[in-house]
């Protein structure tokens, strides 16, 4: 089941299928019903997927508004506490959800201004994350993207407060000037006095007043009260002022990197010199330490200064291999042993051979002579996987691959028209059941290598402490793999799985054969990349679905084939 359910009105679709693809890259699994609503036809559906999720987005706009569908998945939401409101041309909540802050979107959907989806993300997070200490409960301050809902008893008691002050300071003044009581309207001998002026009336149910000469001005409430001011009488003049708190001593930083033409950023601001003296830092937060040159690994830290520490950091960077990346990836083959001796309860398929890694740019580039990825805003790096390729040129490439060997094409293409020739030896796509086995050799893991979050930095490249840091929208696992963005597809700081597997967890996601069962006409994609979180990078979530035509950023491929 989908970690986030989309409810929207079918006027809004166009606008909901960009949102939930922004959504699917951020690592969340999304579900929202792509067809029109057609009453009982997918109702049962429906209600699985929105009682299963533990965010419930809905889209209030001026369509949704009139919607029963849903008016009614909204309710469902609130009831079980999943309810997250945006709007889109639309001032406020329909009665009944008013209670709730919702993320103003319209700002996103028309001129594409990021800060009210970051919102978005950072609700997302506390919402799924509710026993999270590292996520903050308070909702992120806003400048008009998001908006809360003002009642008419809200406006009625900041305004009682206003006036009430205000009469207080008048009061005050008047007092103070002219050290008697201060009538208001008409002259004493009407009778009609100020409220709260010194009392005279000698009944026994009243408390006689003192003087005018003595009147003293009332003290402050407990809270709000300065045991170090001294008072003379009716001014109210501190004659002291409380001690201001001490500052933590600063702290100081001394860097040291090579190569010296790196490029050094300290919690995102980038650095003039690779040798650098930082003074006056403050002290007591997580500070995130970059470096990056050409040639070598981008390496990266989080330094913690206390109070008062002059502390120097040196860091040399790690060169790149200089030898050439090689031809393809190594097949690793899945033996019928291999398969017995599987406790996964997913569908067991037949042995197979697939490759210990994703496939490189430097591989994809030299086969086909194109380099997709540098038209999506990706780093191009030879050892880095190759991205931004659809799938439709996934299983060409895979054919054109078996050409160069002398392998016979596993695929027929048609235009769009894919059809698997299953008894071919040549290249291809996993399928489900075999991507689903190799992933972590059929041990039923949480993630790949391991059961437990704070382990899953030794196994895969996913959304880490740094990365958190750089974006506090993303929902982070506790732990740290040392790649902010992209990684290798064999880098050595990271194991591979039990067959000798890189990447089954992290850096990029995966195409593979088999469609969706509810959606025949796209692809599917398998595993996390290096923006899952904690959910997202579970093996049992790391689904989704694109169109064949689809690149993105975050998807990549490997091969497999049938066995010699």
């Not at 949704?64 to 309810?83: C, M, N, P, Q, Y």
């Not at 594409?112 to 978005?120: H, T």
């Not at 001490?246 to 010199?273: K, N, Y």
């Amino acid at each position: 089941m989908a970690d986030i359910f989309l409810s929207y009105a079918r006027e809004d679709r166009a606008h909901v299928e960009r949102l939930s693809i922004e959504l699917a890259n951020r690592g969340w699994s999304v579900w929202w019903d792509r067809q029109l609503y057609a009453g009982e036809a997918f109702s049962n559906e429906i209600e699985l997927q929105l009682k299963a999720a533990d965010c419930v987005i809905v889209v209030w706009s001026p369509h949704s508004l009139r919607s029963h569908f849903v008016l009614d998945e909204a309710g469902v939401a609130i009831k079980r506490g999943t309810l997250l409101p945006i709007l889109f041309h639309e001032p406020e909540a329909p009665l009944g959800y008013r209670q709730l802050q919702a993320v103003n979107l319209t700002d996103w959907f028309d001129s594409g201004d990021e800060q009210p989806f970051r919102e978005l993300c950072r609700a997302i997070t506390r919402k799924l994350n509710p026993h999270d200490s590292s996520v903050a409960s308070s909702p992120p301050a806003s400048s008009g993207s998001a908006s809360r809902a003002p009642t008419s008893a809200n406006n009625a008691v900041t305004a009682g407060v206003l006036a009430s002050l205000v009469v207080l300071v008048s009061l005050g003044w008047f007092v103070s000037s002219f050290g008697d009581a201060v009538w208001f309207g008409s002259t004493p001998s009407g009778g009609e006095r100020d409220p709260i002026a010194p009392r005279t009336s000698s009944s026994t149910t009243d408390v006689e007043a003192p003087p005018p000469s003595s009147f003293q001005p009332s003290p402050d409430p407990p809270d709000r009260a300065t045991p170090d001011t001294q008072v003379t009488e009716g001014a109210g003049v501190p004659l002291s002022e409380p001690p201001a708190p001490q500052s933590p001593a600063l702290a100081s930083l001394t860097l040291r990197v090579s190569p010296e033409t790196a490029i050094v950023s300290l919690d995102g601001e980038r650095l003039p010199s690779a040798q650098q003296q930082l003074d006056e830092l403050s002290p007591g937060r997580d500070l995130l330490l970059r470096a990056k040159a050409a040639g070598f690994y981008t390496q990266q830290t989080m330094v913690r200064l206390q109070p008062g520490e002059r502390r120097t950091i040196e860091l040399a960077l790690t060169p790149m291999p200089t030898t050439p990346t090689p031809s393809r990836p190594r097949l690793i083959p899945v033996t019928l042993e291999d398969l017995r001796a599987s406790s996964s309860q997913a569908g067991t398929p037949a042995p197979f051979s697939i490759a210990h890694t994703e496939i490189s740019q430097a591989h994809y580039a030299s086969l086909v002579g194109e380099r997709p990825w540098a038209d999506c805003g990706v780093e191009s790096r030879d050892e880095y996987p190759a991205v931004c390729v659809s799938w439709l040129e996934a299983v060409r490439f895979c054919n054109q691959l078996s050409r160069s060997e002398g392998r016979r094409p596993a695929y027929e293409i048609e235009g769009k028209q894919v059809t698997w020739i299953r008894s071919a030896n040549g290249y291809r796509l996993p399928s489900e059941d075999e991507w689903e086995f190799a992933a972590d050799a059929g041990h039923d893991r949480t993630y790949v290598g391991t059961d437990l979050a704070e382990e899953a930095c030794r196994f895969a490249n996913v959304a880490d402490r740094s990365l958190a840091l750089q974006d506090d929208s993303r929902a982070a696992l506790p732990c740290e793999d040392g790649f902010p963005e992209l990684s290798p597809v064999a880098p050595r700081s990271l194991r591979a799985n039990a067959l000798g597997l890189y990447g089954m967890g992290g850096n990029v996601s995966e195409w593979i054969w088999d469609p969706p069962d509810d959606a025949p006409q796209l692809r599917g994609v398998r595993g996390a990349s290096w923006t899952s979180g904690p959910r997202s990078a579970q093996l049992a979530r790391a689904t989704a679905a694109r169109e064949a035509d689809t690149r993105n950023p975050r998807i990549g491929f490997r091969i497999a084939a049938n066995p010699d």
